[in-house]
């Protein structure tokens, strides 16, 4: 009766073009919806009211988190993320269900580990396609000896971004006084910086319930033993965090449809403080509609306020004189869409 348990797939395990299916099925309910505004303090108006839709980050994570069994339970770390699109809205009561395919390996030359890449798509119970995009995740090997992937690694060619005239706006405008905005789509410009202020500070309980709420049991974000003491937060929550406090200056918008690429940059750890701020990338203004979208660039930092004066995004490294890095503070380098109204179609 032994050897039954599960216990995920290693690098070895993987081949190109293998198709899977990603058990169970679930259904969003408004509970899902509360849980999720107690975890993160999401205030995105649109989601919060009678609509009955939901947030497009709880889409994003329930697809994700069925894609941990098969793919990343014995992963190191989530790498990074391209060319993600929302499609039709997801509703209170809509199932979910999602499929993947290996579409690229790459043995790391420590022969310790690989990074798999996935093409994922979630879909409802009528089978359109809620949510699609690729993600890239370092898994651990099951041993030493090489694969075929160490001196024939197979990378696939990512999309760069997501083309704005590929996006879905089809959110209605909300009256300014059910979103308490000041600013709409005209009043942002490219190359501005938003900063947020609000810090968030990450405890175990937290974190670790957030990502239970995703079915994501990936053994990183649980096993203190397995991690010497210091279990590793799902870069899910550091996305949702900064998100939910880049409302702060972004009061009107409608929601997240597209996500152009994402990397976890620096790990982060029960305890650290998070931080947040935004750069303006892109303004898509479609003459014929009401709203449209907002390029824009979200930075988590942590355990250093990137509004304060000695904050610098880019710092010189300490192995190479004179070369500039990223801040090592910085934790998560997003570049998305955001849906956001034009004044001119806002009530008061």
Known sequence: MSGKGWQGNYFEDFTLGTRLDCPPERTLTAGDAAAYIA???????????????????????????????????????????????????????????????????????????????????????????????????????????????????????????VAPSALRLEAKPMPARATGARFFLEDYAPGERIDHYDGMTINPSDHMAFTRLFQNSAKVHFDAKLMEGRPLVYGGVVISHAYAMALNGLEARLGIVGINAGAHTSPIFAGDTLYAFTEVKEVY?????????????????????PSSADFSLMVEDAKTPGKRVLNPAVVLDLDYWEAMPKRSGVEA
């Open 39 to 161: 975890l993160t303090g999401d205030r995105t108006a649109a989601f919060c009211g009678a609509s009955q839709q939901a947030h497009p980050l709880v889409v994003f994570h329930t697809v994700f988190g069925q894609t941990v069994r098969p793919i990343s339970l014995n992963a190191r770390a989530n790498l990074g993320y391209a060319g993600i699109r929302w499609g039709a809205p997801v509703f209170f009561g809509d199932t979910l269900s999602t499929t993947l395919e290996v579409v690229g390996l790459k043995e790391n030359s420590n022969r310790q580990t690989g990074v798999v890449y996935v093409h994922t798509v979630g879909r409802n119970q009528r089978g359109e396609e809620v949510l699609s995009y690729w993600r890239w995740v370092m898994v651990k090997k099951r041993g030493d000896a090489p694969t075929a992937s160490l001196e024939a690694p197979v990378v696939p060619e990512l999309p760069g971004s």
């Open 285 to 305: 203004a479609p003459a014929d509609s009401s709203v449209g979208a907002l390029r824009l660039r979200l930075v988590g930092v942590k355990n250093v306020d």
